[in-house]
């Protein structure tokens, strides 16, 4: 596997791939990888001549410093990682390498930004949208890969992608679980033991939101079963629980048969965030 710390050598590399012998797949990340991302590389494996991944923990994304701070760090065991899955380049550039320190480009996604993780995390999206910009127009991938569990964050990288006429291919990746549901996340790795068992309320709520859902019980009657649950009962500090389109996020308050719905949740286990989704039917 080759590995670039600096732009400059990067820059050189993807200089002598000739485009039109490899097709290549990006899988951009912020390292602390686990299966989740793992399945993103091994997608892209098997689509295209070439994969390559980055790691850069991307501050302009974070709206809370201490989050930035305490985000887990691991880049020896992420390269074994990838060595492990046979993954051909890892770009990871330093902060300086992405940022310029008079940086004026934001972005904003309207709507999108406006709901669920846009609501709690000011700034967030348009940290998001710059940094996978800038990776975008430094790889020129063919196709890049997202995992579906930020459905938030997917839905806003393939208008990105639309808007800004990027001629990549944006692939979704369905969600890893550990074997008791909980998604797989790098934050994860911030819970302590006791809390990590009980994480899976999480997804548990998910579960049960679906079933009520699927027995005709309305939009309006499960939001505030879930709101009450957690309010009553749970370790978790809810942010949100919403009944979303997943093509476009928008709220439901009716289901129709053919509809494709997912079901979103957010909330803190004492300090860590974590977030879920899954889709109705
Ligand atoms: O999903 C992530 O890990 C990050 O948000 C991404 C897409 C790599 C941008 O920093």
């Given at each position: 596997m080759d590995i670039f710390t600096n732009i400059q050598g990067f820059k050189h590399y993807l200089g002598t791939l000739k485009p039109q012998e490899k097709s290549v797949g990006f899988v951009p990340t912020m390292g602390a990888l686990h299966e989740g991302h793992l399945e993103l590389i091994k997608t892209s494996k098997q689509q295209n001549d070439l994969t390559i991944c980055s790691i850069f923990v991307n501050p302009t994304q974070f709206n809370n410093p201490e989050d930035l701070n305490k985000y887990p760090r691991d880049t020896a065991s992420d390269i074994a990682k990838l060595q492990d899955v046979l993954c051909d380049v890892v770009f990871i550039p330093t902060v300086e390498d992405m940022y310029d320190e008079h940086r004026i480009v934001n972005f904003h996604f309207g709507y999108l930004e406006e709901i669920m993780e846009g609501r709690f995390r000011p700034g967030h999206f348009s940290g998001v949208g710059l940094i996978v910009t800038k990776l975008f127009n430094l790889v020129k991938p063919n196709r890049a890969y997202f995992g579906t569990k930020d459905l938030q964050q997917l839905t806003i990288i393939k208008k990105l992608a639309k808007d800004l006429l990027f001629d990549i291919e944006i692939i979704p990746v369905e969600t890893i679980r550990e074997s008791d549901g909980l998604a797989m996340s790098s934050?994860?790795?911030?819970?302590?033991r006791e809390e990590r068992k009980q994480a899976v309320v999480l997804y548990n709520s998910l579960i049960l939101a679906r079933e009520k859902l699927n027995n005709q019980e309305s939009v309006i009657s499960v939001k505030k079963y879930i709101s009450d649950y957690f309010e009553s009962n749970s370790v978790i500090d809810l942010e949100y629980f919403e009944v979303v389109y997943?093509?476009?996020?928008q709220n439901v308050s009716k289901i129709q048969k053919s509809d494709r719905v997912s079901l979103c949740i957010a909330g803190y286990l004492g300090k860590v965030r974590l977030i879920d989704n899954i889709s109705l039917f």
């Amino acid at each position: 596997m080759d590995i670039f710390t600096n732009i400059q050598g990067f820059k050189h590399y993807l200089g002598t791939l000739k485009p039109q012998e490899k097709s290549v797949g990006f899988v951009p990340t912020m390292g602390a990888l686990h299966e989740g991302h793992l399945e993103l590389i091994k997608t892209s494996k098997q689509q295209n001549d070439l994969t390559i991944c980055s790691i850069f923990v991307n501050p302009t994304q974070f709206n809370n410093p201490e989050d930035l701070n305490k985000y887990p760090r691991d880049t020896a065991s992420d390269i074994a990682k990838l060595q492990d899955v046979l993954c051909d380049v890892v770009f990871i550039p330093t902060v300086e390498d992405m940022y310029d320190e008079h940086r004026i480009v934001n972005f904003h996604f309207g709507y999108l930004e406006e709901i669920m993780e846009g609501r709690f995390r000011p700034g967030h999206f348009s940290g998001v949208g710059l940094i996978v910009t800038k990776l975008f127009n430094l790889v020129k991938p063919n196709r890049a890969y997202f995992g579906t569990k930020d459905l938030q964050q997917l839905t806003i990288i393939k208008k990105l992608a639309k808007d800004l006429l990027f001629d990549i291919e944006i692939i979704p990746v369905e969600t890893i679980r550990e074997s008791d549901g909980l998604a797989m996340s790098s934050r994860n790795k911030l819970l302590s033991r006791e809390e990590r068992k009980q994480a899976v309320v999480l997804y548990n709520s998910l579960i049960l939101a679906r079933e009520k859902l699927n027995n005709q019980e309305s939009v309006i009657s499960v939001k505030k079963y879930i709101s009450d649950y957690f309010e009553s009962n749970s370790v978790i500090d809810l942010e949100y629980f919403e009944v979303v389109y997943t093509e476009n996020l928008q709220n439901v308050s009716k289901i129709q048969k053919s509809d494709r719905v997912s079901l979103c949740i957010a909330g803190y286990l004492g300090k860590v965030r974590l977030i879920d989704n899954i889709s109705l039917f």
